[in-house]
T-cell receptor, first 109, second 118 residues
Framework: GQNIDQPTEMTATEGAIVQINCTYQTSGFNGLFWYQQHAGEAPTFLSYNVLDGLEEKGRFSSFLSRSKGYSYLLLKELQMKDSASYLCAAMDSNYQLIWGAGTKLIIKP | GAVVSQHPSRVICKSGTSVKIECRSLDFQATTMFWYRQFPKQSLMLMATSNEGSKATYEQGVEKDKFLINHASLTLSTLTVTSAHPEDSSFYIC??????????????FGPGTRLTVT
């Protein structure tokens, strides 16, 4: 079957760094997405990885290892506004997104 | 970036009535649109995939006669919740995929519709 695993909740301190891990099992693979979702709002796109390696975009970076079925989202210089849920989604061979349950990130001052 | 609008943003209806939710891609053509439902503190649940000009493909467990989807044009898809019941109360989100550019198959999300059935 197809499955995405990510931690349910994480807590970090303002100004620090946090890494949110995601492992996936899909029928075929066409890339890995990370989305941010604030409470009561729709998800917003953060990153897309289809090749192995690290993609850096400002304070956010995303890493992919296809051989390990593993990705992580790295958030640096955490700000209070980064408190949100972070959704990992893998695209299967039919270009369908398989969604993880999301990781709720709590930032403390 | 690409913009997707959704209307209405909030709707309260009585049990037994029907509600229509519109999803529009404003600055791109979307041959494929997706409808999701999200219950509090849960992840997105794909309900159906809608392709312009053809019947929607529903996920297992989603009643196609209850959740009517119409994708009549490249910029508009509608979801009608028929004979709504309180258990249909949820956050409904649409997304659209831009096939006109890029290889990422990124989905652009609408702002969501909060449905409350009383």
């Amino acid at each position: 079957g197809q499955n995405i695993d990510q931690p349910t909740e994480m807590t970090a301190t303002e100004g620090a760094i946090v890494q949110i891990n995601c492992t996936y099992q899909t029928s075929g693979f066409n890339g890995l997405f990370w989305y941010q979702q604030h409470a009561g709002e729709a998800p917003t796109f953060l990153s897309y990885n289809v090749l192995d390696g690290l993609e850096e975009k400002g304070r956010f970076s995303s890493f992919l290892s296809r051989s390990k079925g593993y990705s992580y989202l790295l958030l640096k210089e955490l700000q209070m506004k980064d408190s949100a849920s972070y959704l990992c989604a893998a695209m299967d061979s039919n270009y369908q997104l398989i969604w993880g349950a999301g990781t709720k990130l709590i930032i403390k001052p | 970036g690409a913009v997707v609008s959704q209307h209405p943003s909030r709707v309260i209806c009585k049990s037994g009535t029907s509600v229509k939710i519109e999803c529009r891609s404003l600055d791109f053509q979307a041959t494929t649109m997706f409808w999701y439902r999200q219950f509090p503190k849960q992840s997105l649940m794909l309900m159906a995939t809608s392709n312009e000009g053809s019947k929607a493909t529903y996920e297992q467990g989603v009643e196609k006669d209850k959740f009517l989807i119409n994708h009549a044009s490249l910029t508009l898809s509608t979801l009608t919740v028929t004979s709504a019941h309180p258990e249909d109360s949820s956050f409904y989100i649409c997304s659209a995929r831009d096939h006109g550019g890029g290889d990422s198959y990124e989905q652009y999300f609408g702002p969501g519709t909060r449905l409350t059935v009383t």
